[in-house]
């Protein structure tokens, strides 16, 4: 895919798919609840496919037309033994917060995914599951493919104290604590995002948050109930860096997530100087706006500590916002990044030095001098989807033309993501 400089701005109404977290989480939660979901606005990209794919497997009926996705549910105690392993291609959230589900099941079943899931850390759900009493082995007792042995398990809630913050983490406990006996309890060290929480709740479950503690009370079943799920803030955030660093731009995205454990990139965007607004609020299960950026002048600023897990995977981005702002940024708090599609941090500084950005990598971050001028390069994507989007949008600031290898990738949360740019003017 080439890509050459915009000259004289990015203009237009869009929107983004749905949010990735949000529709994994109305089929998973659709599945295990008594009635029918109706989904729309569900993310059409492969990461959800895949999660589709696993609960079809265990004999869920799941309808996929372009209107809607329509779960019919079989409530907590109804999924069957699959005949084949489950498959979760690239998706760790599919496979994390399965592993919650599946520890509470009476079968044993084996999941694996592609090869960047198979490098990606899974004892950070095995040992607070094994606490609970769920039996999985791992490759190494930390990589998939992993085999859960439900069959005959029993499980007790715990209390957890999360060593990181992370949702896929914290979900895992909380849906095997709807199959334990007595109640479960999670601490985070930050507050990670919680639309399992407020879904689960939205489904009749007792879930209580006081700042970063939440606890669980297992319910009899769950009740299905409709989910509109809003457009995802994190593919938002391409065009919200793409339009305040373009000069002459202005874009408004309708109907965003701005769950405020999602926010992190609306106020450190704001903090470096972005034209931002919010607009026609709505209230319901997620809250949703539209959002209004135009081009400004960016500051450099210091990104880390609590806002990290509200903006984890908004970085990537956030990194070339850095790189087309004036004075330093420092991106702190953040090796989890490490650990994500890709190791994000080494990928970021990779590709903006490779266009002439002044970045230095740091054991928890990096630190980027911003103002350089830039030039277009060819860029490596490490079959991550969401350093292909940054430098995309790294590209359209470079003088000159680029070229995104494999752009294929971005199918995995934003299959339309190269149409939207050339909607409003880029490609
Ligand atoms: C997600 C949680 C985050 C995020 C991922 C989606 C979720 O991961 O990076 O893209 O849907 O729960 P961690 O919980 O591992 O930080």
Do not use: W
């Amino acid at each position: 895919m080439k890509i050459k400089q915009i000259d004289n701005g990015l203009k237009g109404v869009i929107t983004v798919p749905g949010d990735k977290s949000v529709s994994h989480r109305a089929v998973m939660f659709g599945a295990l609840a008594k009635g029918t979901t109706h989904i729309t606005g569900f993310l059409m990209g492969e990461d959800c496919l895949s999660t589709i794919d696993c609960f079809r497997k265990m004999g869920v009926k799941i309808d996929v037309s372009d209107k809607e996705v329509v779960v019919h549910g079989v409530g907590m105690h109804g999924l069957k033994c699959p005949n084949e392993q489950l498959y979760t291609g690239n998706s760790g959230t599919t496979t994390r917060l399965l592993c919650g589900i599946l520890a509470g099941q009476d079968f044993d079943v084996t999941m694996t995914g592609d090869a960047s899931i198979q490098k990606r850390p899974m004892k950070r759900v095995i040992t607070p599951l094994s606490q609970m009493g769920a039996k999985i082995d791992g490759v190494d007792g930390n990589y998939c493919p992993l085999t859960l042995h439900g069959a005959n398990n029993k499980l007790t809630g715990i209390t957890y104290e999360l060593p990181v913050a992370s949702a896929q983490i914290k979900s895992a406990v909380l849906l095997a604590g709807l199959y334990a006996e007595g109640q479960t309890t999670v601490i985070e060290p930050a507050c990670s995002r919680d639309h399992t929480e407020r879904m689960l709740r939205a489904l009749g479950a007792d879930v209580k948050s006081e700042g970063r503690t939440i606890v669980l009370t297992p319910p009899e079943d769950l009740t299905a109930k409709n989910v509109a799920v809003p457009a995802d803030i994190s593919s938002a955030a391409f065009f919200l860096v793409a339009g305040a660093i373009i000069p002459n731009s202005e874009i408004t995205i309708k109907n965003v997530g701005v769950n405020p454990t999602r926010t992190g990139i609306l106020d450190v965007l704001k903090a470096m100087g972005a034209d931002i607004t919010e607009s026609n609020f709505r209230d319901e299960v997620e809250p949703t706006c539209d959002l209004t950026v135009k081009s400004s002048k960016l500051k450099g600023t210091v990104i880390g500590g609590e806002v990290i897990p509200r903006l984890i995977d908004e970085l990537p981005v956030l990194a070339v916002a850095a790189a087309f702002a004036e004075g330093q940024t420092i991106i702190k708090d953040a090796e989890e990044l490490k650990v994500k599609e890709s190791n994000r941090i080494a990928a970021m500084v990779c590709e903006l030095s490779k266009a002439g950005a002044d970045v230095k990598e740091t054991d928890d971050g990096m630190i980027i001098n911003g103002g350089n001028k830039l030039s277009g390069a060819s860029f490596e994507t490490y079959n991550d989807h969401r350093i292909a989007m940054s430098m995309a949008i790294c590209a359209l600031g470079c003088e000159g033309e680029s070229e995104i290898l494999n752009p294929e990738v971005v199918a995995i949360s934003y299959p339309d993501f190269f149409d939207t740019l050339k909607k409003l003017g880029g490609v």
